[in-house]
């Protein structure tokens, strides 16, 4: 079944600097790929997704992209700002999984000032 | 958040107790799911429902039970038959053909 890694598990930035979080999964016909971003004692909210057809999405200040050949993905937040600090969380939806998601184990973005 | 109504926020568990967990939403999606989240770990699904009286067993069902008597309420039973059920408990939904999850505040299970 499908696997995904997400590194690192703790990235610490300065304010103003941008952030990569990295996903790799394993099943090469997943085809839907969505970022959670979780507040403390809140539940994740999505922030941005990415389709297996296309290679890179942007909004504001946070882009995804995506690479099916290396079966990579990764979450760019640029000019990070303190309320960027959170766990985020990758997935990979395979199309043989009735639409569930496989989530990484999250990464906990610290937004130094 | 916005809403699905997670109660309690908190939750103490006795040694052969079933605890059950509430997940109320007014959004009239017709999914909901339930999540458990542990610490290090990505969310792993429990049950899933996508109409009332039906639902669906997750990755990790086992010493849980759901119902979905109603379009707007997907209870979790965390039976005694659940020996490490100490974790954050997530309920979600998805509107018809929307891959969008809308999460609840979550529930903290802990076991005394």
């Known amino acids: 079944g499908e696997n995904v890694e997400q590194h690192p598990s703790t990235l610490s930035v300065q304010e103003g600097d941008s952030a990569v979080i990295k996903c790799t999964y394993s099943?090469?016909?997943?085809?839907?790929f969505p970022w959670y971003k979780q507040e403390l004692g809140k539940g994740p909210q999505l922030i941005i997704d990415i389709r297996s057809n296309v290679g890179e999405k942007k909004d504001q200040r946070i882009a995804v992209t995506l690479n099916k050949t290396a079966k990579h993905f990764s979450l760019h937040i640029t000019e990070t700002q303190p309320e960027d600090s959170a766990v985020y969380f990758c997935?990979?939806?395979?199309?043989?999984?009735?639409?569930?998601?496989?989530w990484g184990a999250g990464t906990k973005l610290i937004i130094k000032p | 958040d916005g809403g699905i109504t997670q109660s309690p926020k908190y939750l103490f568990r006795k040694e052969g107790q079933n605890v059950t967990l509430s997940c109320e939403q007014n959004?009239?999606?017709?999914?909901m799911y339930w999540y458990r989240q542990d610490p290090g770990q990505g969310l792993r699904l429990i049950y899933y429902?996508?109409?009332?009286?039906?639902?669906q067993k997750g990755d990790i069902a086992e010493g849980y039970s759901v119902s979905r008597e109603k379009k707007e309420s997907f209870p979790l039973t965390v039976t005694s038959a659940q020996k490490n059920p100490t974790a954050f408990y997530l309920c979600?939904?998805?509107?018809?053909?929307?891959?969008?999850?809308?999460f609840g505040s979550g529930t903290q299970l802990s076991v005394l």
């Open positions: 099943d090469s016909a997943s085809n839907y």
């Open positions: 979600a939904t998805t509107g018809q053909g929307n891959e969008k999850l809308f």
């Open positions: 997935a990979a939806r395979p199309t043989d999984s009735n639409y569930q998601l496989i």
């Open positions: 429902s996508q109409i009332v009286n039906d639902f």
């Open positions: 959004l009239n999606h017709d999914a």
